[in-house]
C-alpha cells in the first residue's frame, strides 16, 4: 500500500495564493488532487501521469492551478493562484493502484478562500 500525507492547507483571502504538498510512502505514476466542498461530492482538481507526461485540469482550476511531481522525492505538489472563494474544500492527494483505480487516499487538507 501507499500512504499519502497532505499539508499546505490554511485560510486565505481571495485572489491570494496557496501550494499544498503530498508525500507519498512509495513509487507512483500517477497521482491526482481532488477536493469535496461542505455539501457536495468529491471531484477532481487536476492529475499527473509521469508516464505519459500528460496532466490534466478541472475547468474551474484551468489557467489557475498548477499540478506538478517531484518523483526523486514522491512528492505531489498543487500550486494554487488566484483563489476564489468556491475553491474552498477539504482538499485530497490521491493515487492508483494495480488497477488504475485511484484507491489510496491521504487523509486531506482544508483549504479557505474568504
Known amino acids: 500500500d501507499v500512504q499519502l500525507v497532505e499539508s499546505g492547507g490554511g485560510s486565505v483571502q481571495a485572489g491570494g495564493t496557496l501550494r499544498l504538498s503530498c508525500a507519498a510512502s512509495g513509487d507512483t505514476y500517477c497521482m491526482a488532487w481532488f477536493r469535496q466542498a461542505p455539501g457536495k461530492e468529491r471531484v477532481g482538481v487536476a492529475s499527473i501521469n509521469t508516464q505519459l507526461g500528460t496532466t490534466y485540469y478541472a475547468d474551474p482550476v484551468k489557467g489557475r492551478f498548477t499540478i506538478a511531481q517531484d518523483n526523486a522525492k514522491n512528492t505531489l505538489s498543487l500550486q494554487m493562484n488566484s483563489l476564489k472563494s468556491e475553491d474552498t474544500a477539504l482538499y485530497y492527494c490521491?493515487?492508483?493502484?494495480?488497477?488504475?483505480?485511484?484507491?489510496?487516499w491521504g487523509q486531506g487538507t482544508q483549504v479557505t478562500v474568504s
Open positions: 490521491a493515487t492508483v493502484d494495480e488497477t488504475d483505480a485511484y484507491n489510496y
